[in-house]
């Protein structure tokens, strides 16, 4: 692990967030990622990470969040974990994404979280003071519900199973948690039965929603990673591939209208939420202005 200098940590996003669960900043406290995902779109070299499995934080990081979340500005929720997982392995000593939800909870912030591992957990005492006065929502990315497939494709993150049980323990403390069914990898993790699975699971451990787009991105220096490891993991799946989708960027899956109509049956089966204006609605608070905001 690395320290990188940076002049700003929050930035607000310039994307419009009922895109992406309602967010309306952006934070990411580390660069690079441990977890070993083959697929991770974060490895293009479109953001200039040389190293990408080497985590690095940047310098000052919860100094720098404080001044920037103390300022005048709206209130609104704040995105963690979109281009490196907040809770990679060091993290559990360095405790910066802690610190950054005690921050978010002190300023009166809300928070939109991602992650693979269960250390997420450790954090349910803030999550739940922030989730009582403000907006709040919890993604675990699951892919797929076989932990030995997971330690192919997501080598270093935690399993599955751990990661459906911390749905559970974020659910019992009234914390809003679903699942981020993404990517769903062609020929690998889009058949039927894990679809049906990931959905079933989720229900038994206490989601409230489920959102997947139905395959995955591929470009550049990231698609080369992933083909590697396929020549490595799944060897006759490459050349699939390469006659499947080309160069394309968006790799959708093969019969994708009646896999998504089947996921949809499911969810509605089991009373979860999928669509991504329904999630929002469900978690999303107005937020409050601060105090020096306020005209009257």
Known sequence: MQFIPAKTILQKVKFNGNLW???????????????????????????????????HVKENCLAILTKELSRKMPRGVIGLGAMSDSYNHYEKNLQVTRGT????????????????????????DILKRISEKSSCILKLSITTSDDSLARKIEPFASLPSER??????????????????TPVLPFITDSDENIKNIVRLAHEHGAKFIFS???????????????????????????????????????????????????????????????????????KQDQPEPEQLRLF
Not at 27 to 42: A, E, H, M, T, V
């Open 101 to 124: 939800l005690a921050l978010i909870e002190r300023y009166g912030f809300g928070v939109s979280l991602e992650t693979k591992r269960d250390l997420v957990t450790r954090d349910i």
């Open 213 to 283: 787009l139905f395959g995955v991105t591929l470009r550049d220096i990231q698609r080369d990673h992933f083909f590697e490891k396929l020549e490595r993991y799944f060897p006759m799946l490459k050349q699939q591939y390469m006659m499947t989708y080309s160069d394309r960027y968006q790799c959708n899956i093969p019969d994708m209208a009646r896999k998504r109509a089947l996921f949809i049956n499911e969810c509605e089966k089991y009373g979860l939420l999928y669509r991504m204006d329904e999630i929002i609605a469900a978690y």
């Open 164 to 181: 459906f049980r911390a749905i559970r323990q974020l659910s019992d403390n009234g914390i809003f948690t679903g699942v981020l069914l």
């Open 21 to 55: 669960f309602g967010i309306d900043y952006n934070i990411n406290l580390y660069k690079g990622c441990n977890q070993g995902c083959i697929y991770c779109d974060s490895r293009s070299a479109r953001y200039y990470i040389d190293d990408f499995d080497c985590v």
